[in-house]
């Protein structure tokens, strides 16, 4: 029997990628926003567009990719479902072209469980064919023929179309 498929999507759901960029706007920019406050929007709302342009160059910066945290409980939790799933990370990597390797070795460092064959870099993930889908972009959902549940960030407090999962216990709650 085949185990049902997983996809899960890499930024703002395995790696905190949000959390690295907030830190740089505290350490790099000139601003009085405070970090509860970076993590209560997205980054559109509450920065200028002057800073949300240097965060987006900042975001092609080689190396950018290459050392976020984990996101809490990722690791441990994807290896439970691992037992149960089909593990695929799928990512959208085609607008940050220098990420691909970063991405992949990430990948390698912190899910090396997950073979280099259940990867997939793309930008639009309405290819993607599965079961579930937990993604923190709701464009990505719309799409999904499967279950999309929508992982919890920032720049997604404000949307009610899905069905949301705050962190990787709940989901191994609904999904175990």
Known sequence: MTKPRLILDQDDVLADTH???????????????????????SFYETLSQADQKRLYKILHEPGFFSDIPLIPNAQEAVLELSKKYEIFVATAAME???SFREKYDWLHQHFGFISWSNIVFCGDKSILN??????DMPRNLKTFKGKGLLFNAPHNLKETEFERVMNWEEILKRLL
Do not use: C, M
């Open 19 to 41: 959390g690295k960029l907030a830190d740089i706007v505290l350490r790099e920019f000139d601003t009085q926003l405070t970090s509860e406050e970076l993590h209560q929007d």
């Open 96 to 98: 940050f072209p220098n």
């Open 130 to 135: 599965g079961d579930y889908l937990i993604d």
